[in-house]
């Protein structure tokens, strides 16, 4: 009887097994509250609707993980598909989608300085501003009493750059609705006039991931990973003088854009289960929704979110753009990281019109670390490594030639764990190749096998982006090229000897900027009518606050802990437009989001500090495709001439000519809505210039009160682009002017090329704005 049993208990279970198993978390969207109920009665609303489709009311009270109930109408619950697609029937839901298939993860001394707005130093173009340089922080009170809320891993508040010294009490007139939700670690004495809110959203992870670790993360606002902090302090961070990175690189001041904006926590990512924190962190859709939700509610002025999707996902299946559109409607600027999945063209997360997507570039700053050869020949490298050798020479060995017998051939100069023999290696300075593995764990095994120093040469694919790691030795990075003469000079000596020089931070480096090789790049495929991204920011070596919880690498054998750190990606680009934007706000505190959009585009920089236009990070002439409208510059933005305003009808419209009329049920679409090129956007893209285009704009003059603006243009090899009228009169503040840009082929020269897209640029001038605007045009 017993073994019948354990036969039978499979097969009588098996089919409530399956129904478990399909189960999975559905975001169910209404669109817009109609404003008539109070926020239970929302609540009971909707659980009515899964008293309708599941069995018994304590299966749909315990299945409903949130209820989206102040700006945005909807709730995620758990589901079965059968019950999700009875939903979807409903007349008053506008979508059902399920968030399994797609979740979010997670994507500075001298940058400020670099982008002009804490000395006088630093890029500059054209205009300078009416108020000058050193007057944008006082003009905007250093964005004293904007609100950002950062969604993000949390904030390790006892940072000095979250620090409340001498900042006031939140005025009444903001109506700050926030709250310091108590968690693990994080108490509401954590919360201050710097971190004046903090909240924590994990319904989404535990019901993919299981509870939350206490080991791997804090059940908290707390920050576990670092991300977060380095993020928020970007963004609005107090300036903190005397701040270095391990080993005392970068020594400086550290800020944040707006050192007396406010800050908002929204924990929505957590560390993955048995994964080191250095593959990332998950962000789940539905509790990105959840923050977004409670960010508008309580009161913010500006969001930014340093998350993005490894692929681009569909507007109406997008909830991150989803809650940025209610967001926009009230008047809150989202700003988002464009993606780390570059140099890939079409892989660019966030290109909803209505959110800031940013790119990354570089900094005018490097951490030399030469590497000097027996044969008196200096290789330049770069290390943000602490540790330093005698100023001696040593024995240098290619790792290739240094191995056990077993390894592959295919991977003997890589450096891989266990591959190094000790015999060969002890007292040398090893010379590995990238590729396979992590670069950090090429140097332990490096020192694992008794070496003294690393020389990390780039694979040809790597080109001459030099990957500066916090190695556990000395060490320094070498492009490819220079890589190759190391080998070569290994091969011509008996007795190859090098050292590396310790890294000396220097300032001023030249080119800069350029485009980092990891952001993400357009075209938008989800519109290709839409150029994305908006602009680039500073996003590699960016130097902010850190989890003390953390380690400089996120490795699990790094037990190192910093204050501030190094971080690199879209992810630190993002803050850097944040703070610029929150003052922005705090100058025109009546813009609209568009409005400070626009000012940031079309006053940003295309040309680096040798005055030639931005390349990447191999050299070659970069597009918009990467940077948008170029690289951010928040002194001009701050008085930019005129702007390219749109409400939040406007991107109601567009969503109408894509078919999408259901993300506000209280908004109609028109019969015959106007073309989604037509968006008054400060960019515009023509994905198949078959024939004649017409393009219309309107611009909003917030300059000199008597302008005359003329139009001139770049536009893309083989495309001829007029605008009518070509001169702009304007006689007030606030008035607006419209006009069209045509736009057809013309011959083509030996530079246009066909099936593939042109870039080009427009700009209306009066002899002292200029008003730029990209455009990227495809020729088939």
């Not at 699990?556 to 190094?566: C, G, M, P, T």
């Not at 706000?585 to 813009?591: L, T």
Request: contains cysteine; hydrophobic residues 35%.
């Amino acid at each position: 009887m017993e073994t019948i049993y354990r036969f039978f208990l499979p097969l009588i279970f098996f089919p409530l097994l399956a129904s478990c198993l399909e189960k999975q978390v559905y975001i169910v969207h209404f669109g817009e509250h109609s404003g008539e109920k109070g926020l239970h009665e929302i609540e009971e609303t909707h659980q009515s609707y899964l008293y309708s489709v599941k069995e018994t009311k304590e299966d749909a009270q315990s299945s409903l993980l949130y209820s989206y109930k102040h700006s945005i109408n909807g709730f995620a619950a758990v589901l079965t598909p059968d019950e999700a697609s009875k939903l979807s029937e409903m007349e008053e839901v506008v979508s059902v989608f399920p968030t399994r298939s797609r979740n979010y993860s997670l994507q500075t001394t001298r940058s400020w300085e670099f982008v002009g707005l804490n000395e006088e130093e630093g890029l500059s173009s054209g205009h300078e501003s009416n108020m000058g340089r050193e007057d944008l922080l006082a003009k905007a009170s250093y964005g004293k009493d904007v609100i950002i809320g950062v969604l993000d891993s949390g904030v390790w508040p006892e940072s000095a750059s979250f620090s409340d010294e001498g900042m006031e009490p939140i005025p009444e007139s903001k109506s700050w609705k926030g709250i310091c939700q108590e968690g693990v670690a994080f108490n509401s004495s954590h919360c201050n006039r710097k971190i004046i809110g903090a909240r924590y959203y994990v319904k989404g992870f535990e019901h993919e991931k299981g509870t939350v670790n206490a080991t791997e993360d804090y059940l908290s606002p707390r920050d576990m990973d670092g991300h977060g902090s380095h993020t928020a302090s970007t963004a609005a961070g107090r300036q903190v003088p005397d701040v270095a990175a391990l080993g005392g690189l970068a020594r400086g001041t550290a800020s944040g854009g707006a050192p007396l904006a406010r800050l908002a926590i929204y924990k929505v990512c957590w560390a993955i289960p048995n994964q080191s924190k250095a593959d990332g962190n998950l962000c789940m859709f539905e509790d990105i929704l959840a923050g977004i939700d409670d960010a508008i509610a309580d009161g913010v002025d500006i969001i930014s979110i340093s998350i993005g999707t490894s692929d681009p996902v569909p507007y109406e299946e997008d909830y991150l753009a989803v809650g940025a559109l209610h967001a926009a409607k009230r008047n809150i600027l989202v700003v988002c990281s464009a993606g780390n999945n570059g140099p890939a063209p079409g892989t660019l997360s966030n290109p909803a019109p209505w959110l800031m997507t940013v790119g990354a570039s570089s900094l005018d700053r490097a951490f030399l670390a030469p590497v000097m050869l027996g044969n008196g020949r200096e290789i330049m490298g770069q290390t943000v490594a602490p540790d330093k050798l005698e100023n001696e020479m040593y024995p240098l060995v290619y790792a290739g030639d240094a191995v056990f017998p077993d390894v592959p051939q295919n991977s003997t100069g890589q450096c891989l764990p266990g591959s190094l023999n000790p015999d060969m290696v002890k007292g040398k300075i090893v010379v590995c190749m990238r590729g396979a593995g992590r670069r950090l764990d090429k140097g332990l095994e490096v020192k694992r096998a008794g070496g003294v120093g690393l020389i990390l040469g780039n694979a040809e694919a790597n080109g001459n982006r030099l990957s500066c790691d916090p190695h556990f030795l000395p060490a320094s990075a070498v492009s490819y090229n220079d890589a190759t003469k190391i080998l070569e000079y290994i091969r011509s000596t008996e007795n190859p000897m090098a050292t590396i020089s310790p890294a000396q931070t220097v300032m001023h480096y030249k080119p800069a900027p350029f485009m980092a090789g990891f952001t993400s790049q357009g075209p938008n495929v989800i519109d290709l009518n839409i150029l994305k991204p908006d602009i680039t920011a500073p996003g590699i070596q960016i130097l902010a606050a850190w989890s003390e919880a953390s380690s400089p690498t996120k490795l699990e054998y790094d037990h190192r802990i910093v204050k501030y750190n190094f971080d690199s990606g879209t992810s630190m680009a993002c803050p850097h437009v944040s703070g610029a934007a929150a003052l922005l706000k705090a100058i025109h505190p009546d813009w609209s989001v568009a409005a400070i959009r626009s000012a940031l585009m079309t006053t940003a920089r295309i040309t680096n500090n040798l005055d030639q236009l931005i390349r990447d990070e191999v050299g070659n002439t970069a597009t918009p495709f990467q940077y948008g409208a170029g690289h951010f510059q928040p002194i001009k933005a701050a008085d930019p001439g005129l702007i390219y305003d749109a409400s939040y009808d406007d991107y109601l419209l567009y969503l109408c000519s894509l078919g999408l009329n259901k993300l506000d049920s209280t908004f109609k679409c028109p019969e015959d809505p106007p073309s989604p090129v037509n968006l008054n956007y400060p960019s515009f893209a023509i994905p198949n210039l078959n024939g004649t285009v017409t393009i219309t704009r309107t611009v909003t003059n917030v300059g000199s009160s008597n302008s005359k603006y003329y139009f001139s243009v770049k536009p893309p090899p083989g495309v001829h682009v007029k605008a009518s009228p070509s001169i702009l009169f304007f006689d007030h503040i606030g008035q607006k002017q419209s006009f069209s840009i045509t736009v057809s082929p013309k011959d083509f020269g030996p530079i246009a090329k066909r099936s593939a897209y042109g870039f080009g640029f427009y700009t209306w001038t009066d002899g002292f704005y200029r008003v730029r605007s990209p455009m990227a045009v495809y020729l088939p």
